[in-house]
């Protein structure tokens, strides 16, 4: 019902900003919630942050909290994520994620995933 393509990534030096983005398109419902995950070489895939589309109520997780900043376009119909004062752990490959009745951060419950982002921050 939803398909999320993702833009963005690229290398950066440790303290720059780079926003990646997430065009959705498909049969979407208002009650969706966007979320945005990474998952470093070696690591489990983790929860970064999100967002719900209606009302726009955003969570994130403590190592990115006030960082990083979710939004969306609602003309768009797409997410972002802001990120600021980049780290070199926040390496990883980024992915969109929606979700039609959750609104957590447990990654197996969200429906759709996009492509994944590269993003490399150096140091």
């Known amino acids: 019902q939803v398909q999320l393509v993702e833009s963005g990534g690229g290398l950066v030096q440790a303290g720059d900003s780079l926003r990646v983005s997430c065009a959705a398109s498909?049969?979407?419902?208002?009650?969706?919630?966007m979320g945005w995950f990474r998952q470093a070489p070696g690591k489990e895939r983790e929860f970064v942050a999100r967002i719900k589309w209606s009302g726009g109520s955003t969570y994130y997780a403590d190592s990115v909290k006030g960082r990083f900043t979710i939004s969306r376009d609602n003309a768009k119909n797409t997410v972002y994520l802001q990120m600021n004062s980049l780290k070199p752990e926040d390496t990883a490959v980024y992915y969109c994620?929606?979700?039609?009745?959750?609104?957590?951060?447990?990654?197996?419950?969200?429906?759709?995933w996009g492509q994944g982002t590269q993003v490399t921050v150096s140091s």
């Open positions: 994620a929606a979700s039609e009745f959750y609104s957590g951060t447990i990654l197996s419950l969200y429906n759709y």
């Open positions: 498909g049969r979407t419902f208002s009650s969706y919630t």
